[in-house]
Each structure stands twice: as C-alpha cells, then as structure tokens.
C-alpha cells in the first residue's frame, strides 16, 4: 500500500508514521508550510526520525499513490481538492479527514469525480493525539466500504456510515456544536470564577448537579485543548456554522464558539 499524506502537520505525522510502522510500503508527504524555512524545521527533523519522504509539491507526492489522505484544515477543503484535481489519476482514494461542513465534502467530491479518482468521505471522531491511526473516522460515499478494509488492515479504524456524501461529516459536526461548545463555555466559566475567587462554590454547585463529571478538571483540560488547537478547532466551528446556515438555521451560537476557540489559542494559563 502506498499513501500519500497531503498536509504534514500534527494529524499528518501521527498518521505518516502508524502507517509505516504498521507496513505501507511507501509514504511520501507533502505540506504548503515547507516552502517556510523557519517553520518547516519541525517537520522536516520529523520526517527524517521516521523515514517519511517530503515532497517538493502535491503532486510529485500523489504520483503512483493507492491512498491520497488530506489532511490540512477545514478551511483549505476546497483548494487542495482542487489542486488535486489537477494531478489525480483514475482508481486512487482520496481521503478527505478534514472537518468540514457536509456541503463543502459534497462539492469536494465533485470535484475530484472527474479525474476517475474515488474522493471518501471521512470524519474524524475524536482527537488524533493518543489513539493515533486507531481514531474512530465515519467513511461516507460509493467507495467507503471498499476503502475501509485496505486501510484497517493496517490498523486504522474506518467505518463506512453512508454512500451519500455529507452524512458523515454532519454526524462529526453536530457532535462538534457540543464538545466545542462545552470547552468555550467552560473556559470563560472558569476563568470568571477564578478572577472573582469563588471557584470552590461554583465547581461544588455543578459537581451538585452533575455528579458523575469532575468539573474542575474537565476545565483545566479543555483549557489545554483549547490552548493547543484552538485555531484549528476554530476553524471547525466556522464549518458547523456553515452547515447549521445550510439548514437555514441561525448560526450565530457556533461563530461565538469559533471565535472563542481561536482567540484562546495559544494563551497560558487558562
């Protein structure tokens, strides 16, 4: 098997190296950032530690690949499947994990139809740090169940849901409006009872009320969450904003959360 990773970032790596360990024969990575002397360091010294060749373009990375995974940021869904397009052959997978609206995978697919590749569908449940390449990721499209077993056969765990386009993504997404939304809240809810000093009454009120959760160190972890992916989950929520537009519902609860998300990148001690 022979898999091409198409963003070469936290997701990318995690996935590049598993799969090699666990036996792709060749992988080859590509990622925009590496035309960044001074951002590229990183991944570059990675690469080299586990033997993933980096590539010059897109498109010197896809030649000759089984699997083509995309993984960059929901934003980009659009632009790299476009220019995908241009270097696709017939019979490869396209695998698109990023976190988009299941209007935008929808368009993806279609443009990716006509090069003769199979664009699949796939929604990464849960974050990819710690169960690595054994991440639960929904398949969705004609393809999906064929693709699975090539793929879990080398330790990935990826569940055909639907031949349709767009169902997968919008099970992702719906689950996003809730976890995302859930550490926005409890971020500024923490950080106002610390700055009025009545954490203890607070954390004890909703300890009360929902026993089973550890409040207070579910705040501190998804501070962390937030702190580390806060961009990227962002931009997420920009994409169920989308979606739940797409529905004619009002968006406005999902951009707060993006926003919060984007601004609580990066910040120490949250």
Known sequence: MKITLIGYGEVGQIFARELKAQGATSLRAFDIVLGDPQISAQHCAAAAQDGIHLCASAAEAGEGADVVISAVTADKVKEVATQAATWLKAGQYFLDVNSAAPNTKREAAGIVAPTGAYYVEGAVM?????????????????????????????????????????????????????????????????????????????????????????????????????????????????????????????????????????????????
């Open 126 to 270: 849960a974050p990819v740090p710690g169960p690595g390449i054994k991440v639960q990721i929904l398949g969705g499209g004609p393809k999906a169940e064929e693709l699975a077993p090539k793929l879990n056969a080398l330790g990935m765990n990826l569940t055909p849901v639907a031949s349709e386009y767009g169902r997968a993504s919008a099970m992702k997404l719906c689950r996003s409006i809730m976890i995302k939304g859930l550490e926005a809240l409890i971020v500024d809810c923490a950080k106002a009872a610390k700055d009025w000093n009545v954490e203890r009454e607070v954390f004890g009120s909703l300890d009360a009320s929902y026993p089973s959760i550890d409040w207070r160190k579910l705040s501190v972890d998804m501070a962390e969450r937030v702190r580390q992916h806060g961009v990227r989950r962002g931009a997420e929520m920009r994409e169920a904003a989308a979606m739940v537009a797409d529905l004619g519902m009002m968006n406005e609860l999902e951009l707060a959360v993006a926003g919060a998300q984007t601004r609580g990148a990066g910040k120490a001690g949250m």
